[in-house]
């Protein structure tokens, strides 16, 4: 979806800025307070791609999204120039939504990642680009344009904190630039030689962690949500006259220190533990590390943690010149990541999502998980867990075989060779076997992922999980969408019948009729028409419950229950049906617009009769309103009646 295009059309259809005096958005609609309801285009709106309903009750004008509406919110305010507020709780939703909390934080990481997935799809490529142009020697890793391109590649990861605070910034409704800047503070070079040697303690008292902030993700989520409270306190008590400068002064100083001594390094703690857990399993169970780091790794990745097993692998790679802690399990967890990608590229409908799907998970088995990690497998849940269950049986397989790694680098398909056994390793009683096994718990990894998230589609997609643009593609759920507009018009029609002109000619009061019958309302209340041609048109859907053998009189009971009677002329009984031609029978089904009965109008003005033409509603007393027509000329299926219940 569009966000910008989207936005940019409601703005302008809902009146333009300047007739919106607030917008708010709740979990699945925009909510507008409009100056003047009567200037939005709500026929134009509905049309929109992207927008499911419109809805104008209780003073708002609200869009239904669904829910995307917080990024088209976004676009909505920053194209507006409106003031953001905060998301409002949609009662009805919120009844609904019935997922754990566990869920609901993976989903909001996985929202706050959406913004700046672009960026590191482009960036995984393109180091997966590079990774294959060093494996085959196209590139020399030592000249400037490896250098060069390198930096291409990585900057959108080691700089992932500062993208992540703008996304965040939106998330938590606070200022962007000093969330921006906060995130600046955790990648400074200054500052990350600092915590690189000895003790840090700021003001001279308080202890500063050592902990590796860049490529992090949980830090800076930590860090800006903490800073938004401290801004919108200090927005608050602030004086007016210089909250400009004190606002941005407090949040950067406060949130800063909170973030660097307490909130990033819950991370560098939890690694820290996570060391400890996989060294003791290393010597408890060595088989069982892959499996474990098979399951485990994307959560590790997620939340930055993963830096905890790297200096186990680089030590073991360093003393004894193998590993089987970091590597194999990586290598298990990556590919299936990447396999589930592909795997919900096939199947989804959302050409949206298959174009990330596809380009992400091949990222993805070829090392670079992120952007198949945030981009689909967090974002709908369901292929991170196959991920896991593939990883995990791969690195069982990896385990239970020994497989280990003879050098470094990110695992994916590009470094299968780091497990051909060096001469040292020959040496110790390595042999081929173990890279046939390391290809083999790959292959058994990407298939049980591939497989699992296949399966898990079609149950998520039968529960009524996932969005239906993924299951039956934008075209068919805009189908489905115009399908149920017409049904809730056809509703509103049932509700409230309207009865339209059946002949082309003048309308007039029913009192006007010279029949004292029908002008007194007696047999229904109504409207009376002056025909200029003699063709009588069914003015609804319905059955033909009387047609007189005279032709002159037509009764029809309306799908929409109302029961309407035309009677063609004054007298015109006496005629015996001269001059009337029926073109269906009682009994028959009409639609709107269908030629009931052609008539001579001056075979019978020559008889000496009037042409004037009532058009009744004989159980009109079932209904507490009626709306008519009663001057100008109309040509049939012209709106003349409405009805309400």
């Not at 008292?205 to 902030?213: D, E, H, R, V, W």
């Not at 009376?528 to 009588?536: D, R």
């Amino acid at each position: 979806m569009d966000y910008h295009a989207l936005a940019k059309d409601i703005v302008a259809n809902i009146g333009g800025r300047d007739n919106v005096q607030s917008v708010v958005h709740c979990a699945t609609r925009l909510r507008f307070t409009l100056r003047d309801a009567s200037k939005a285009n709500t026929e134009a709106i509905s049309k929109l791609k992207g927008v499911l309903k419109v809805i104008n009750a209780g003073g708002q004008y609200q869009i239904v999204i669904g829910p995307d509406v917080p990024q088209v919110y976004q676009e909505v305010i920053t194209i507006g120039g409106f003031e953001a507020s905060e998301a409002i709780v949609d009662a009805e939703a919120a009844k609904e939504d019935n997922r754990s909390t566990l869920s609901k934080v993976l989903e909001s990481i996985a929202g706050i990642f959406q913004p700046i997935i672009p960026a590191i799809t482009g960036a995984g490529l393109l180091k997966a680009v590079l990774a294959l142009c060093t494996t085959f020697h196209w590139i020399d890793n030592s000249g400037q344009t490896y250098v060069i391109l390198s930096a291409m590649a990585d900057s959108a990861f080691y700089f992932l904190p500062i993208l992540l605070a703008a996304s965040c910034a939106k998330k938590f409704k606070c200022n962007q630039g000093t969330a921006m800047a906060l995130a600046g503070l955790l990648v400074y070079p200054s500052f990350i030689t600092l915590l690189g040697g000895d003790p840090v303690k700021m003001f001279g008292f308080l202890p500063i962690t050592k902990a590796t902030y860049t490529s992090s993700v949980i830090p800076i989520i930590l860090g800006v949500w903490f800073m938004s409270y401290v801004e919108k306190f200090v927005q608050k008590h602030c004086p007016q006259a210089v909250k400009f400068f004190f606002v941005p002064f407090f949040s950067l100083l406060i949130g800063g220190i909170v973030t660097i001594s307490a909130l990033g390094p819950i991370g560098a703690w939890l690694s820290n533990l996570i060391q400890i857990f996989f060294s003791w399993l290393k010597d408890v169970a060595p088989w069982l590390v892959p499996t474990v780091v098979g399951i485990v790794s994307p959560l590790l990745v997620m939340t930055g943690t993963h830096y905890g097993l790297i200096p186990i692998g680089t030590n073991n790679l360093g003393t004894v010149g193998h590993d089987m802690v970091v590597g194999p399990g990586m290598l298990a967890s990556n590919t299936a990541q990447g396999a589930a990608g592909l795997a919900y590229s096939l199947r989804t409908k959302n050409p949206d999502s298959r174009q990330l799907a596809s380009s992400a998970g091949l990222t993805g088995i070829l090392g670079i998980t992120e952007p198949v990690l945030y981009g689909i497998n967090l974002r709908f849940m369901f292929p991170l867990y196959a991920a896991m269950i593939g990883g995990g049986a791969g690195g069982l397989y990896l385990g239970l075989m020994g497989v280990e790694r003879f050098g470094a680098g990110s695992p994916g398909l590009l470094v299968l060779p780091v497990y051909l056994p060096t001469e040292e390793a020959m040496a110790l009683g390595f042999g081929f076997s173990n890279f046939i096994n390391a290809i083999i718990g790959v292959c058994i990894s990407m298939g049980v992922a591939f497989a699992a998230c296949w399966i898990m589609f079609g149950i998520w997609a039968k529960n009524g999980k996932l969005d239906p643009v993924e299951v039956y593609g934008p075209d068919a759920v805009e189908k489905k969408s115009e399908e149920k507009k017409e049904e809730a018009q056809a509703a509103v029609e049932a509700s409230e019948p309207k009865i339209y002109a059946p002949l082309a000619g003048e309308v007039m009061p029913l009192s006007k009729v010279e029949d004292e019958a029908f002008a007194s309302g007696a047999m229904g209340d109504g409207v009376a028409m002056m025909p200029s041609e003699g063709k009588l048109y069914a003015p609804c859907d319905g059955e033909v419950s009387v047609f007189f053998p005279t032709g002159h009189a037509v009764g029809i009971v309306a799908t929409n229950g109302a029961e309407i009677l035309m009677h063609v002329g004054m007298d015109t009984v006496n005629l015996n049906g001269k001059g009337f031609t029926p073109k269906v029978k009682q009994g028959d089904h009409v639609k709107k617009g269908q030629l009931l009965l052609e008539f001579d109008i001056d075979f019978i003005k020559k008889s000496g009769l009037s042409v004037v033409t009532p058009v009744l509603v004989t159980n009109s007393s079932s209904y507490t309103a009626m709306t008519k027509r009663e001057s100008g000329t109309v040509e049939p299926g012209t709106e003349i009646i409405e009805l309400k219940k």
